[in-house]
């Protein structure tokens, strides 16, 4: 997401940055490019507009264009009216400001990722800020769409409201809330059912829930890869049941980042998280200023730190690095490393957070990075015995050939995992000699 916009900005910054004084000549011409890298990423019109007009504001005068370097006091003022252009700085939190059980009433298109967001709300309300969830489907227009549901809760573990067939959204809400009260729950989060588009009898539908269940939160959920549609859908919800938030799923996708720019500024309604892939763990809070220096191909540093921090299991990784430091390390562990690399989620998804990714990114033509190779080594590490990935150094031909066979890979490929385990060892002995500080006079530090 935003690869191509942030390319072309970064391209229109590092010209003006070597140009050195900047006249306003310069800032207009540079402004004309960034008003057409917008509108080709779908950015909506009127939005456009305004952000040009408020750069152009703050970048003519006099302080600007005399600084020693006027390129970059520009990209500050593109980065802040493109902060406001995003809702302001700081995160739009959900808000439970009620006497439980608190509704969370999610609404959206069908195939919008409805029914995945909820699972992943419940799971991260769970998980980080331990409240008691109740999930229930209201969604009675597709066949499948209540054990969808159901399989989301039983993968997050967290509860849901059991099914009664043939009963009418409405019912299942009043029975939810019941529920949720007579057994304690936080929070509620109702899935409604979709419509392939804004659909009146539905609307309605929704509206009724709304007066019946009164929720804190009536979240929108809507494809980052629709572009306009996403905000005209956002409208047209808006207009008919009202909406506190947005939440915007396949932001780890190829999706220009229109509809994110012009979302907040269109129809007044906060993108609240976001969605970044299928895994229940993918999903984000909106910060206007981290998404703005992504754009600005700056990266977004604080976000890829708290995603590792998140999750990476700090005692693992710690006694990983005990057993590195005492050279200890064996194939089991580096089994580990690998799982812990898995569950940050694709790598093209961490490359959006690198600084100067987006470009990267583009040169290699979209395409993923091959992940599929962690998940062969482990499989291959999985068909060892106990004894081999204590003892790396008894896989010999025979051993190679059964493991292969075993994994349904090659000899070759289990040498290849060998050899990187080897080189990573070495590295590490290399550590244990120097220790910290030899690797720091070394420049490995
Ligand atoms: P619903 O019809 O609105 O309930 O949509 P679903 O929740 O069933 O989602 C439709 C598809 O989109 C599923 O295959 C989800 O795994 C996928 N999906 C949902 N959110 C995301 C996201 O943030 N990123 C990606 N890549 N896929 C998503």
């Known amino acids: 997401m935003f690869e191509s916009l942030s390319s072309k900005f970064s391209g229109i910054f590092e010209g003006m940055s070597k140009r050195g004084l900047l ?38 005068g006099k302080e600007v264009l005399d600084t020693i370097s006027p390129g970059q006091a520009v990209a500050k003022i593109v980065n802040d009216a493109l902060v406001e252009s995003l809702g302001g700085a700081g995160v739009v939190p959900l808000s439970f400001n009620a006497a439980p059980p608190v509704a969370i009433l999610m609404v959206g298109l069908q195939g919008s990722g409805k029914t995945t967001s909820s699972g992943k709300i419940a799971l991260r309300l769970t998980a980080r800020e331990h409240k008691k969830v109740l999930l229930a489907s209201l ?24 099914i009664v067939s043939g009963q009418p959204p409405l019912e299942i809400a009043a029975r939810a809330m019941d529920t949720a009260r007579r057994e304690g729950y936080d929070v509620v989060i109702l899935d409604t059912a979709g419509r392939l588009s804004i659909d009146e009898a539905l609307m309605a539908e929704v509206g009724a829930v709304k007066t019946l269940v009164n929720p804190h939160e009536t979240l929108l959920v809507v494809d980052a890869m629709t572009g306009q549609d ?10 008919a049941v ?30 609240k998280l976001v969605g970044s892939g299928e895994k229940l763990t993918e999903l984000e809070e909106f910060y206007p200023e981290r998404v703005a220096s992504r754009i600005l191909g700056l990266g977004d540093i604080a976000g890829l730190v708290e995603k590792a921090a998140e999750t990476i299991d700090e005692e693992e990784s710690e006694k990983l690095a005990l057993k590195m430091l005492k050279g ?58 106990k004894g081999e990935r204590k003892q790396p150094d008894i896989i010999k031909a025979s051993r190679k050939k059964r493991i292969a066979a075993g994994s349904g890979t090659s000899v070759q490929e289990v040498n290849r995992l060998l050899k990187q385990f080897n080189d990573m060892s070495a590295v590490m002995k290399r550590f244990n000699k120097l220790g910290i500080k030899g690797l720091m006079r070394q420049g490995l530090g």
Request: aromatic letters at 2%; glycine letters at 8%; a negative charge.
């Open 23 to 60: 006249s306003e000549a310069d800032v207009s011409e540079a402004m004309r490019e960034v008003r057409l890298a917008m509108l080709d990423a779908d950015v909506a019109l009127p939005v456009v507009k305004d952000f040009i007009s408020r750069v152009k504001e703050g970048a003519v």
């Open 328 to 385: 200890k390390f064996d194939l089991e562990d580096y089994a580990a490393q690998l799982r812990q690399i898995n569950k940050m989620g694709s790598i093209t998804g961490i490359m959006d957070m690198l600084p100067g990714m987006g470009k990267l990114k583009e040169a290699m033509s979209g395409k993923d990075i091959d992940t599929s190779i962690l998940d062969r080594h482990l499989v291959i590490i999985s068909s060892m015995t």
């Open 139 to 162: 969604d009675t227009q597709r066949p499948a769409a209540q054990l969808q549901l159901a399989q989301l809760a039983e993968q997050a573990k967290v509860a849901c409201l059991p």
């Open 242 to 271: 009202g909406l506190t938030g947005v939440v915007m799923t396949r932001m780890d996708g190829d999706a220009k980042g229109g509809a994110a720019l012009s979302m907040r500024a269109i129809t007044g309604t906060p993108i």
């Open 230 to 239: 996403a905000v005209n859908t956002a409208q047209a919800f808006k207009a």
